[in-house]
């Protein structure tokens, strides 16, 4: 019965049936957080453990059928790896190990040259939660005066039950597409600490409900407008044959629309996190947050005239992952550039094996060293204007290959458009130097340098 009521509801909508699935069960989370709050929020650790554990593991199987037993292999690994081998650093570089080498193993036995919604999805979201799970718990084995302040909030002072880690791996919030959060912070909630009224369920039906609403008005943009932007518009002969300035224009708001897919996800699973009330981050400046588990500021995303604005609204929650587990303990290398490199060498293995994802961080990095020099001259506020037009006609530049992941695909598009991308960013990290040596007076240059 829900099969062909499933089919019917992908047709009138236009997309693709998993695609709905998967959206269905974001929305399922609303309910099942409801029923948390009403029902559960008094009751004992081992019942809510279930429940969400339960919960989460049928929304996996509605959308991957038997596949969820990935997810469970390592789940199950991860425990056993804690339970035995203890605090160390042999259990923190095996977990890395086993499951960054499942999650790869994954995206080669089922890639394909399309973006398929299946079960690598959310095992992806997985395997950061369980490398965390590890370095958290290494964490907790340290004297605290070892740690930093992230790290001390994180440390986990004792081994999670079978359980619990499951309740936190299944979690409805933030199973499919994210955030991240810490088992610190789902043993939080379970204990009822999260909540701006003490021993009740948090007051956050209305931030919830804001997330959700703004979540679903950027789902109404995407699926309006996605049809009239189709990735395979740029392999077709029609595109190619348009002026050069409208091939440009097309990357720019085809990139626009395409991201409406993910803000539109990650914003309405955030509004689960705060509706369970997993996304209460604390009073400040006499304020309760609810930001806990935002993985989009959609304002600053939406009006920030730099890329490094841009990066750093987008997938909140998982680059402060990435800083915290890889960039910050790359401190030993001594090298911030190395450990950037080495930490975005990571973020593109991590999305998958096609050689479109590293063409995207490498010009990601490109993009963002030329973009410091300029926002750190005593220029920038000379060229501001041209800044902001250039980011909103090169944001869409590099997620041309993340988007169409083969060489021959990416490679087309980037010629009919004559690789602009990489000759202007090119063309201003060479000029920068010269310029600077023009125009900026010597005393002014060394202050900058120093600074």
Not at 254 to 281: D, H, P, R
Request: hydrophobic share 45%; glycine share 6%; charged share 15%.
């Amino acid at each position: 019965m829900a099969a062909p009521l499933l089919a019917n509801l992908s047709e009138s909508l236009g997309s693709p049936e998993p695609a709905v699935r998967l959206m269905l069960s974001i929305l399922i989370g609303y309910p099942c957080a409801l029923v948390y709050r009403k029902y559960l929020f008094y009751q004992t650790a081992t019942v809510i453990n279930l429940f969400h554990a339960i919960s989460g593991l049928a929304l996996a199987a509605f959308n991957f059928g038997p596949q969820i037993y990935h997810s469970a292999v390592c789940v199950l690994v991860q425990f056993l790896m804690m339970r035995l081998m203890g605090r160390t650093i042999t259990t923190v570089l095996s977990s890395f190990t086993f499951q960054m080498v499942y999650l790869l193993a994954g995206y080669y036995y089922t890639a394909t040259e399309e973006y398929d919604i299946k079960w690598t999805m959310p095992h992806c979201v997985l395997t950061l939660k369980l490398v965390g799970l590890s370095f958290d718990y290494y964490d907790g084995g340290k004297e605290p005066s070892q740690l930093s302040a992230e790290q001390k909030k994180a440390a986990l002072p004792s081994v999670p039950s079978l359980l619990e880690v499951c309740g936190f791996s299944y979690f409805y919030g933030g199973f499919l597409v994210g955030p991240q959060f810490t088992l610190r912070s789902y043993q939080k909630l379970v204990a009822g600490e999260l909540t701006d009224s003490p021993g009740k369920p948090p007051n956050s039906v209305t931030p919830a409900m804001k997330r959700f609403a703004l979540g679903f008005l950027c789902l109404t943009i995407y699926t309006i407008f996605s049809p009239y932007y189709p990735d395979s518009y740029f392999l077709t002969d029609e595109y190619e044959a348009q002026p050069f300035w409208y091939r440009c224009v097309f990357v720019l708001i085809w990139a626009k629309v395409i991201l409406y897919k993910y803000v539109s996800c990650w914003v309405i699973a955030e509004g689960v996190c705060i509706l369970s009330g997993i996304g209460y981050n604390g009073v400040v400046d006499g304020e309760h947050r609810w930001d806990a588990c935002a993985n989009m500021k959609v304002w600053v995303f939406e009006t920030a005239p730099l890329f490094g604005g841009t990066i750093s609204s987008f997938n909140i929650n998982t680059n402060a992952w990435v800083a915290r587990h890889v960039f910050k303990r790359l401190k030993f290398l001594g090298n911030k550039t190395l450990s950037h490199v080495t930490t975005l060498l990571f973020l593109t293995v991590w999305h998958g094996l096609h050689s479109g994802y590293i063409l995207c961080f490498s010009m990601e990095f490109f993009i963002i060293t030329v973009e410091r020099q300029l926002a750190n001259s005593p220029l920038y506020p000379l060229i501001y204007l041209v800044q902001q037009f250039f980011h909103w006609l090169f944001m869409g530049y590099p997620l041309v290959p993340f988007c169409l992941f083969t060489f021959d695909k990416w490679l087309k598009v980037y010629s009919s458009i004559y690789f602009c991308g990489h000759v202007f960013f090119l063309v201003a990290y060479l000029a920068m130097p010269h310029l600077r040596k023009a125009l900026v007076p010597k005393k002014e240059r060394s202050e900058i340098k120093q600074d």
